[in-house]
């Protein structure tokens, strides 16, 4: 049995007893642009807290804002770990463990209130940033 290819993605019937085989691509919907990541500026990581009455939107507007701090501090936008409720706090602890693991210097939040929200009785910025050695800026802070 012979199975040609035309073309890097095409897909070869393969025939015979076994009849046809066709090898299907997912498709990109849903998945947003393909982007290049710039190497040569630091890694910036980002945290946001969506709250029960978070739109969509505004998740999106918010994961666009930081990816715009990002772009204008010299920094290369990496992943926007999301808390939902239901899951609190498996996105921070995720966070942590890859600022640990792959040396981030810095992390980006939109404001305090994504992460005093996770703990009442002390100050999270702070003990993050003892415990990681990460500094954590805040996106919309003013001058």
Known sequence: MLISREGPTSAAPVGGALGSVERQVPAMAGRGPLS???????????????HLLMTDGELADIKDQLGQFAQAEGFAMGTIYTEETETTPAAFEALIAVVNRYEVTTVVIPSRLHFAALAITHDVKDTFERATGARVVIANSTP
């Not at 290049?36 to 969506?50: A, F, H, N, Q, W």
């Open 36 to 50: 290049e990541v710039d190497y040569t500026r630091p890694l910036l990581l980002g945290y946001i807290l969506k």
